[in-house]
């Protein structure tokens, strides 16, 4: 498929594409992009701890790992009876593992000596000789008397998984840290104009079509005081959210070189999230999940999953349904998910992401800290969401049904047809 075929880009230059306001401004709740209400899940599903990103254990071609009948995760967790807001303070990367993809069981903290004072998102590598590579960001500077904000991206080595009694990962793990912002392509701390920055959730892609190899994060393109941007105006300059790319030239898990980003959104968006890909027929399909409050004045968007697509990895995408939306929350429960996170299962795109909070309408998260303690504690989800369908077309995507909480089908496992499918099929035999 061409670039023209996908749709009108931003004109730019080949490599740099650019989430604009105008294709933003399209962002609407249409039928193909909100997801049904979550309702809890049984209890027995329920984790002992707070868990939110969440990532799954993946081969190097991108698929979901299984090893040995298990599939595997990672989540970012805090103990339950914390409050909910203050979980980013002490995240803990923990994991789970699944012989049926619906009953997760939790193996512990993966590490103990991690860097940062905690651990913010990542994504996980079984690389070919069965090792497992963590990438994560470490948040914070260790050591540090108060809690500090500075991110920088690690990958930790040394991992391996042993099943003869059980499910075991185990280490000795070793850190090393790969990748800090270069000030000119990526914002440092000391360079952000407005809300904090960001360079976090590293996430390992090797390019079916080119062999290469990747690491794509969450980045800020530094836009300086009296720059022309656009148009000049300071208010939506601080709003530069880009996703970052580094290559590892010989495809070692452990060494990257920073590149220049694969898209921004200056003047959009503050915070392209946990940006991954899924590659399929031919097209890049890039997704990042992204809050409401995070887009710039005038630009009205949700918590939501957002998409593009282009030809190649570097290519000059195009957002998804014309606007970039992708999947959103009810209207009437906003914030109930979050964290996106697609991958492929056979002909369908799946969609995983946490279950935040529910049974609240407020306008903004900020309202929820301003509920009673025990209310905040109420209606936080705390686990994962129910797994959404989409059907993916060229630059159309649409939410055809869900699984269940936390269910991540297996290898091969055949999807119960959609009501759609159930009603066609209905009418096949009156
Ligand atoms: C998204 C996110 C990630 C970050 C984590 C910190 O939910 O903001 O970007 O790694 O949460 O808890």
């Not at 609407?28 to 990532?55: C, F, K, N, S």
């Not at 790992?65 to 339950?80: E, K, N």
């Not at 005081?225 to 898990?253: H, I, K, M, W, Y």
């Not at 969609?351 to 303690?373: M, R």
Request: net charge negative; aromatic share 12%; glycine share 10%.
């Amino acid at each position: 498929m061409t670039n023209e075929a996908l749709g009108e880009g931003r004109p730019g230059t080949k490599g740099r594409a650019g989430w604009t306001r105008e294709q933003a401004s399209r962002i609407e709740r249409t039928d193909d992009t909100v997801a049904p209400i979550v309702y809890p899940p049984a209890t027995e599903q329920i984790p002992e701890v707070h868990i939110w990103d969440t990532w799954f254990l993946r081969n190097r071609d991108g698929t979901l790992a299984t090893v040995d009948g298990y599939r595997v995760c990672f989540s970012l967790t805090a103990p339950s009876d914390l409050l909910p807001g203050k979980r980013h303070d002490v995240a803990t990367i923990r994991c789970f593992y699944s012989d049926d993809g619906r009953n997760w069981h939790n193996a512990g903290p993966v590490f103990e000596d991690a860097l940062g004072q905690r651990q913010w998102a990542g994504s996980a590598l079984y690389d070919d000789d069965g090792s497992v590579y963590l990438f994560y960001t470490a948040a914070g500077e260790e050591g540090a008397d108060d809690l500090t904000y500075t991110q920088r991206i690690v990958g930790a080595g040394g991992g391996s998984i042993d099943t003869t009694d059980g499910f075991e990962l185990s280490g000795p793990w070793t850190h090393h840290e790969l990748l800090q912002p270069d000030g000119d392509r990526y914002e440092r701390e000391d360079q952000s104009r407005g809300m904090i920055y960001t360079f976090r959730d590293p996430w390992f892609f090797e390019d079916p079509e080119t062999g290469e190899t990747w690491l794509l994060f969450e980045a800020n393109t530094p836009v300086p005081e009296g720059s022309d941007v656009c148009d000049g105006d300071a208010a939506l300059q601080e709003f530069n959210g880009s996703v970052g790319v580094a290559r590892s030239p010989t495809g070692d898990p452990l060494e990257w070189d920073l590149e220049d980003p694969l898209l921004d959104a200056v003047g959009v968006n503050q915070e392209l999230e946990r940006p991954h890909v899924v590659y399929r027929e031919g097209l890049y399909y890039l997704f990042i999940s992204s809050h409401l409050h995070t887009f710039a004045p005038g630009v009205e968007g949700f918590d939501a999953l957002y998409g593009f697509v282009a030809t190649d990895l570097r290519g000059e995408y195009v957002p998804l349904n014309e606007s970039g939306l992708v999947a959103t929350n009810p209207e009437n429960a906003p914030f109930q998910s979050y964290s996106w996170m697609a991958f492929p299962h056979g002909d369908e795109v799946l969609v995983q992401s946490f279950f935040n909070y529910y049974d609240f309408d407020g306008d903004t998260l900020d309202e929820i800290a301003h509920l009673s303690e025990s209310e905040q504690m109420r209606r936080f989800g705390g686990s994962l969401g129910p797994t959404l369908r989409l059907d993916v077309e060229g630059s159309r995507t649409r939410i055809i049904g869900t699984l269940g909480h936390w269910h991540i089908p297996l290898d091969g496992e055949t999807l119960p047809l959609t009501d759609r499918e159930l009603i066609r099929r209905g009418k096949g035999n009156e």
